[in-house]
């Protein structure tokens, strides 16, 4: 089947929605979800969302400032500049479209303070900020008459020049995005999406660890599809690692014990309950993620234990509650009463810094392709995110985006001479084995050699191991009818494949990435930070 839309948003996060509700006033939309509206990285964000609102002690410059410390110093500041300058105006519009942030009792903003910001600046809905959001924009978009909403649909590649048999390298100018071919999981056929302008709005990748806060569905499609096409990716090096993710074998995703807990006085100790930050800086437990969780990562292994505590019970009980019901009931549930016990944590994939590389307007390297959210880089990041800057880089790129994007959809039409897909093959219960021991083969992959702390042995043997399943798993492809799982495994030995790469190609260790090999900073010789 084919379908015609002038927007392709694919990805149901933060991102692909306000991307939406921006341009359908102008134009038809279809949003694209390869599972319920609920399950994206939004939805599982506590934290909050970062903005420069109480001007009495807080500043643009200081947001800045701190952003620019924590990506290392090699954040592109006018990215930095663009979000932190538009945050205030990009959360007047979460707010017009349902989104409640808490308040005081005099009526401003319940600030919160989290690792890395010199001010309380992070504005919160109790302790689950990313399901308040994700659930009002949800009612927003299905109120909208012009925007088509996909469930359970699956973007298996995007479509370029490459499907009207052109050749197509890293090296062609001008290469242009089509639409997409999509996988309708309720009657297995491949549908064709023409479009005018496509917006990759997939989220993260973290899935290809074993350890991850994220909801198993962020298995970097976005990148994958794009780095396939031919599109520019970069800084996939950089992988967050959540110092605090609630350490409970057997879960997976892990639940994320949100950083706003070590803000409001959460202490870190080992597991005979000393402190122990004090050895690595003077922030304490309030340092950036990346120094926090190489602490808590050494200290596990020197100790050959497999977790640390996270205590709040020198806090009032009834506080605690009030600020973080859900995990107060998620500990709860598992014999744990954090007002007085210590909480077992342990770090876990959490959030990527690179991805489709693209411009101040969202726009990625292949025509008529924007990128938004955590599948793209925008450089805010740099070499480490600070927190709760995500949320607010995915509305005030996606209002970037939206604004770019109509400003050139008359230019543009639809490419009717694309192919339908070739969707000859089957697939057995044999098959589907193979598919599933290969993702576990990734997840062990990732987290044994290309996880917090790296090495040159390390990255190499990764880039032998995912090489031999790439092409195991691409002969299984040409052969095989697509499904879901098997598009999923593809994409996440891609993406395995381009943190590796990118991790040996940095020769210094520098925000979230740390090599033994090369521990220092490569510009530290002639005492510069670029």
């Known amino acids: ?49 970062a903005s420069v609102t109480n001007l009495a002690v807080d500043n643009f410059d200081k947001h800045i400032e701190d952003t620019m410390i924590a990506g290392d110093w090699i954040s592109d500041r006018a990215a930095v500049e663009k979000v932190v300058r538009n945050a205030p105006e990009q959360i007047k519009e979460l707010i017009h479209w349902g989104v409640n942030f808490d308040k005081k009792e005099d009526g401003t903003f319940d600030l919160h303070k989290e690792g890395g910001h010199s001010e309380f600046r992070i504005l919160h809905h109790k302790d689950n900020t990313g399901a308040e959001i994700q659930t009002s924009l949800i009612e927003a978009v299905k109120r909208h ?102 350490y409970h074998p057997g879960d997976r995703p892990s639940f994320l014990i949100t950083e706003a807990m070590r803000g409001y006085g959460g202490v870190l100790r080992t597991m005979d309950g000393k402190e122990f930050m004090q050895k690595y800086d003077p922030r304490l437990s309030l340092a950036p993620r990346d120094i926090v969780a190489r602490a808590i990562d050494n200290e596990m292994k020197l100790r050959g234990e497999d977790h640390v505590y996270l205590d709040v019970t020198h806090k009032d009980p009834e506080e605690t509650k009030r600020h973080f019901p859900n995990i107060y009931q998620k500990c709860l549930s598992i014999g744990i009463d954090i007002t007085k ?42 070499g480490n995110r600070l927190a709760s800057n995500s949320l607010i880089e995915a509305v005030v790129y996606a209002d970037a985006a939206a604004k770019h994007a109509l400003s050139v959809l008359e230019r543009y039409d639809f490419n009717e001479d694309i192919p339908e897909w070739n969707d000859e093959g089957t697939i057995s ?10 993702m576990k083969e990734v997840n062990q992959i990732m987290e044994s050699y290309v996880g917090i702390v790296r090495s040159n042995v390390r990255l190499t043997r990764a880039w032998n191991r995912l090489d031999i399943l790439y092409e195991e798993t691409e002969r299984l492809f040409k052969r095989c009818k697509a499904t879901r799982e098997l598009c999923e495994l593809r994409n996440m030995i891609n993406v395995g494949y381009l943190i590796t790469k990118q991790a040996m190609e940095r020769k210094e260790s520098r925000g979230l990435h740390y090599t033994i090999d090369y521990p220092h900073h490569a510009d530290e010789a002639d005492g510069k930070k670029k």
Request: proline share 3%; net charge negative.
């Open 1 to 49: 089947m084919v379908r015609k839309f002038d927007f392709l948003v694919i990805g149901s996060g933060i991102a692909g929605m306000s991307f939406a509700l921006k341009v359908a006033e102008k134009g038809t939309v279809a949003l694209i979800c390869k599972a319920g509206m609920e399950e994206a990285n939004t939805y599982f964000a506590q934290g909050g969302i």
């Open 341 to 382: 016990d210590y909480i077992p944590v342990a770090p876990a994939a959490h959030y990527l810094c690179g991805g489709i590389k693209v411009d101040l307007d969202g726009q990625s390297s292949i025509r008529r392709l924007y990128a938004i959210g955590e599948c793209s880089c925008t450089g805010l990041h740099g």
């Open 429 to 438: 219960n044999e098959e589907r084995v193979l598919i599933t021991q290969s």
């Open 145 to 246: 008459p012009n925007i088509s909403i996909f469930t359970d649909h699956y973007a298996v590649e995007i479509i370029t020049q490459h499907h009207l048999g052109i050749i197509v390298t890293r090296y062609t100018p001008g290469i242009k995005c089509y639409g997409a071919y999509v996988l309708n999981e309720n009657t297995g056929e491949v549908d064709t999406f023409l479009s005018k302008i496509t917006v990759m709005a997939t989220g993260g990748c973290e899935a290809v660890y074993r350890h991850t806060t994220n909801p198993l569905v962020a298995t970097g499609d976005g990148i994958a599809m794009v780095y396939r096409a031919k599109g520019a990716v970069k800084d996939m090096e950089f992988i967050q690692f959540h110092p605090t993710a609630l």
